[in-house]
């Protein structure tokens, strides 16, 4: 059974920093592409991060510069670390795990989502 486990969410002043972290089981986790969505109220859950199972990184450009995507695949861990938060950047923030092996099923996974509050 797969699973996925979100922590590092809270309520933070604008400015702060807070490191997301989300760990896997019950997958090869090396063999994921990784990332980091996120949903505000209201609107479409959009893309953050992303990570493939070889580590190119890509930012959304609303976070460029600010955050960080980078994974452990020892501890099946994908972290994203947020510097210079904005009020803006309140919503609640989902991991994916993604696997399309070429002839065979795709393979999508969601964790439960943490949620992001930052003050101005």
């Known amino acids: 059974q797969v699973q996925l486990v979100e922590s590092g969410g809270g309520l933070v002043q604008a400015g702060g920093s807070l490191r997301l972290s989300c760990t896997a089981s019950?997958?090869?986790?090396?063999?994921?592409?990784t990332g980091w969505y996120r949903q505000a109220p209201g609107k479409q859950r959009e893309l953050v991060a992303t990570?493939?199972?070889?580590?190119?990184?890509n930012n959304a450009d609303s976070v460029k510069g600010r955050f960080t995507i980078s994974r452990d695949n020892a501890k099946n861990t994908v972290y994203l670390q947020m510097n210079s938060l904005k009020p803006e950047d309140t919503a609640v923030y989902y991991c994916?795990?993604?696997?399309?092996?070429?002839?065979?099923?795709?393979?999508?996974?969601w964790g439960q989502g943490t949620q992001v509050t930052i003050s101005s």
């Open positions: 994916n795990l993604l696997n399309t092996p070429i002839g065979g099923a795709r393979r999508d996974y």
């Open positions: 990570i493939t199972s070889g580590g190119i990184t």
């Open positions: 019950g997958i090869r986790f090396s063999t994921y592409h």
